[in-house]
Structure formats: structure tokens, C-alpha cells
């Protein structure tokens, strides 16, 4: 991701600073500024564990209830490797139900330098703060990173960052079609400045 503007009081920093310094945190929250906005925190998300993985040089895991993927679309390879993820380092875990795909995550980030992506479906049981602590124990505990998506209205979390994802128009030439771009608010960050916008354009090269 390549970051253009940004705006909110005090000093401006870059997005790619921000995310170096955040993206080592153990836990990372990303979630939709509405709830048409999923689909484009979905990319985001994914966009973030990629980038995120390479850092590390572990391995991606990434688990989902199955009916998330019935509401979002189920994950395709040439999809993603087109996307930037690299599929050898890449492990699906559909499951059941939403403890299932947390109770995975919380196995997967007992690997060192791991990065375990989870996708909080909505329903009637989200992410309770209990839920959210244990992940959060497990990636200290093994220097492993947990990024969640939160597609469920928001709630207490204890999540380092806290990203809220809106989708926007590409920027392109008339009558073509535009890189996408989404704009993306930095709400709560432990590791640094918080409050900060940017309008970012995806490229997976």
C-alpha cells in the first residue's frame, strides 16, 4: 500500500512509518467505517497480513467462519497470489463457527513469527474482551502477531491499533479503471501517534 493524504492535528506522519512500527504489534484490530465498507476492509485486511507476514518471515494463517466467506466470497488462489499473498505461506482455516475460528487463531500464534488473520463474522457472539485478551496473551507469549477483522458493529477490544476502513473512488482517467483505494483511520495506536487519515492506493507489486 502507498499512502496520499492525510490529515489531523500535530505532526503528519508517513504510512509507511506507521505501519513499520504498528505492524509489530501483537494485536491489531481493522474493521469497516460502515457496514458497506466490508468488502473493502476485507482488502485491506488481507493487504495489511501480507505485508505484514513479510516482515516477520512467518507464515500466514488465516481463519474464518464459514459463512463469512458466504457473504464475502470464498478466497480463490490466483486470486490471491494476483493479490500479494504468497500461497506457500498461506494456511485457510474455514470453520464452523466463530469460536472455532478463534480458538484456531489462538493455536496458530503459539508459532513463532507467525501471523494469524481472524475474521469476526457478525452474530450473536462477536469478540468479547476475554476473547480478545487471549489472543493478544498468545502473540506476546510466542512473538507472534494477530491481526482481526472485525466486521461486527464495534465494541471493547484489546487490540494495540485500531483501524476503521472506508472505501473510495479510484483515481484514474476517464472511461478506465483505477488501482483501488480506500481511506484508512488510525483510531488507537500504543505504538505511536493516533487520529491520523490516509487515502491509500493498492498495489501488490
Keep these: 500500500m502507498r499512502g496520499g493524504r492525510a490529515r489531523a492535528g500535530g505532526i503528519r506522519p508517513r504510512f509507511d512509518d506507521v505501519f513499520a512500527a504498528a505492524a509489530a504489534a501483537p494485536l491489531t484490530e481493522i474493521?469497516?467505517?460502515e457496514p458497506s465498507d466490508c468488502a473493502v476492509a476485507l482488502g485491506f485486511a488481507l493487504a495489511w497480513a501480507a505485508g505484514a507476514a513479510r516482515q516477520a518471515g512467518g507464515?500466514?494463517?488465516w481463519a474464518a467462519p464459514k459463512a463469512s466467506f458466504a457473504e464475502t466470497g470464498a478466497?480463490?488462489?490466483e486470486g490471491l497470489a494476483q493479490y500479494g499473498l504468497d500461497l506457500e505461506r498461506l494456511l485457510l482455516a474455514p470453520t464452523g463457527?466463530?469460536?472455532d475460528a478463534l480458538w484456531a487463531c489462538e493455536q496458530a500464534l503459539t508459532l513463532p513469527n507467525a501471523l494469524a488473520l481472524c475474521t469476526i463474522a457478525p452474530g450473536r457472539k462477536g469478540l468479547s474482551l476475554l476473547a480478545a485478551r487471549r489472543?493478544?496473551?498468545a502473540a506476546e507469549k510466542h512473538e507472534s502477531r494477530c491481526v482481526v477483522l472485525r466486521?461486527?458493529?464495534p465494541g471493547v477490544s484489546a487490540a494495540w491499533t485500531r483501524w476503521r476502513i472506508t472505501a473510495t473512488p479510484s483515481q484514474a482517467a476517464a472511461r478506465e479503471l483505477g488501482v483501488p483505494a480506500v481511506a484508512a483511520r488510525?483510531?488507537?495506536n500504543r505504538a505511536g501517534p493516533a487520529g491520523f487519515s490516509w487515502l491509500l492506493?493498492?498495489?501488490?507489486?
Design 151 to 153: 466486521l461486527e458493529p
Design 201 to 205: 492506493h493498492w498495489n501488490a507489486h
Design 75 to 77: 478466497p480463490h488462489a
Design 186 to 188: 488510525l483510531d488507537r
Design 31 to 33: 474493521a469497516p467505517a
Design 59 to 61: 507464515a500466514l494463517f
Design 97 to 99: 463457527s466463530q469460536e
Design 135 to 137: 489472543l493478544l496473551l
